[in-house]
């Protein structure tokens, strides 16, 4: 499947348990995009509230499985009710809390039409703007690891997630795929396997979705918790420190291992300030200007000055992060429990969000 395409039919699945105060939001945007609804698929987890009523009142595909099992297994079972790899020529994953851009399919569309030999098209995820600290903070994590990783590591493929709100499968490669209920990072999960085919992933800068961050700490921790986690069940899964041969990706994959482990700014400043304690005005100094500058680059990017009201915030939650890194390290590396808690966090309404 490699020559151009006139028109390459597309479906979009959209897994959703429990996002009543959002799905509206996310279907409505999909429209605007010019989705047609014919081809929107809604597949409900067994939701306890109304979320299947806010789907079908929204004239889309609706199925709900007979009982709640998880995003991966609801996924599965939409996959095969609906005959989506059979019917369609891709398929696009997009969560139940992410409002697609107005651009968004059309750059699919294209991309699919000119370029089918690629087998997984990423798209660009932005932080939905909100008046709170977590959303800034990802606001700027977004801009730069997007503008500056994502656009390094799609042209070297060795991209190593394509985000659950903004992925493209071709339909012929995912029929191949296996989603796996036993990560909690599935999506990243998908992404190797693509890598494991001889796949290439690319990104599209250009199709943008908003998806909502957490609103508080506590659900910002819980969310970083779920994702180290899922990313070391990954790690596993697929061998990338095994003895067999390497493709790109495995050593991407360590390297950014070793940079987040060994290399990360925390455990510096500690070192330096055990060793230079006298020089501590200085390397904080210093490691405050670095993440200023990276938050001015965010600000530039997304035109949103809140997050420098928001820097000191963001500034420690980046401690925390790495806490929860390692955390999540010695729970699945060292100790290798098996966690599939998905710490799910809290939805609010798209009426409190500030404009796209």
Known sequence: MTEAVRDPKIAVLIPVYNEEKVLKGTIDALVAAGVPRRDIYVVNDKS??????????????????????????????????????????????????????????????????????????????????????????????????????????????VIIVSPGCSSMYRADILRQLHIDHLTLAEDMDLTIQVHRLGGRVKYLPEAAVHTQDPATLKDYLKQMLRWYRGFWQVVLKHRIFGWQRKQGVDLYMMLCIFDATVLNRVLWIIGLLCFFPKQAPSIIGIDVGIMFAVTTYGAWRTKRLDVFKWFPVSYAVGFLSVAMYLRAFVEIIVLRKQILAWNRVARYDYSNHLAL
């Open 48 to 157: 306890t509230d109304t979320t299947e009523e806010v789907a079908k009142a929204c004239w889309v595909n609706v199925f709900t499985v007979r009982e709640n099992g998880g995003k991966a297994r609801a996924q599965v079972q939409a996959l095969e009710h609906f005959k989506l790899c059979d019917r369609y020529d891709w398929v696009i994953f997009v969560d139940g809390d992410t409002k697609v851009d107005l651009r968004f399919y059309e750059e699919m569309h294209l991309a699919a039409r000119t370029d089918p030999s690629v087998a997984l098209y990423v798209g660009q995820v932005k932080s939905v703007k909100n008046d709170h600290a977590y959303s800034a903070t990802r606001a700027v994590e977004y801009a730069y690891g997007q503008d500056v990783a994502k656009h390094g590591q799609s042209n070297f493929n």
